[in-house]
Every structure is written in structure tokens, then in C-alpha cells.
């Protein structure tokens, strides 16, 4: 499996930015396409977007259309979520995931890493 960790969260007043960083290790990342999730409390953890193994395609949640841009270093073993435009309901603890290639909002292991807190105030 590829061991993942997020980092980059914080608190952030709304109409703030954040950039999330996700490094992974273990097997070979530029295989996989990868994606960020979001759980927040009370709530199913929800897709928030993704990006193909060469970064040429990517996908995002309705809610994220516009506001999120997800990207990816290869050579860094990184994938990437710049958010703009923060809003009080992006508060939510962000996951990255190897998807799916079929579907990219389906993740495709079980194991998630410990994530990365965001908070968003109004």
C-alpha cells in the first residue's frame, strides 16, 4: 500500500486560503490517481477532489468547483489542495486517498492516514 500523510491544516477566518500537502510512500505514486476527502463532525466523509497519476485530469466535488485546485509533484511524491474562498461549512478534517481509476471519488484502499483539521470561522 502507499503510506500517506496530510499536513498544512489550520484555523482560517472565511474567505481565507489554505494549501493542504499530502506525501506519500510506499509503492510507487505516480501509478495512482489521487484524491482529497473531507469529514466533518456528525457527517459521512464526503469526495472533494482529485487528479489523475500525470495531473492532466482533474475532478472536484460541486461544492469545491471553483473555490479548490487540486495538483500533484511527482517528483516530490505530493499531491497538493490549494482552497480559496474558505468557507465556515469546509470546516472538516481533510483525508488524501489513492482513488480509484475507474471513479475517482471512490477511494481505493480502506486505511486512511490521521488527516489534517481545518476550521473555518465566520
Known amino acids: 500500500q502507499v503510506q500517506l500523510v496530510e499536513s498544512g491544516g489550520g484555523l482560517v477566518q472565511a474567505g481565507g486560503s489554505l494549501r493542504l500537502s499530502c506525501v506519500a510512500s510506499?509503492?510507487?505514486?505516480?501509478?495512482?490517481?489521487m484524491g482529497w476527502f473531507r469529514q466533518a463532525p456528525g457527517k459521512e466523509r464526503e469526495f472533494v477532489a482529485a487528479?489523475?497519476?500525470?495531473?492532466?485530469?482533474?475532478v472536484y466535488a460541486d461544492s469545491t468547483k471553483g473555490r479548490f485546485a487540486i495538483s500533484r509533484d511527482n517528483a516530490k511524491n505530493t499531491v497538493y489542495l490549494q482552497m480559496n474562498s474558505l468557507k465556515p461549512e469546509d470546516t472538516a478534517v481533510y483525508y488524501c486517498?489513492?482513488?480509484?481509476?475507474?471513479?475517482?471519488?471512490?477511494?481505493?484502499?480502506?486505511?486512511w492516514g490521521q488527516g489534517t483539521q481545518v476550521t473555518v470561522s465566520s
Open positions: 486517498a489513492v482513488v480509484d481509476n475507474t471513479n475517482y471519488a471512490v477511494p481505493l484502499f480502506a486505511s
Open positions: 510506499g509503492r510507487t505514486f505516480t501509478r495512482y490517481p
Open positions: 487528479i489523475s497519476w500525470s495531473g492532466g485530469d482533474t
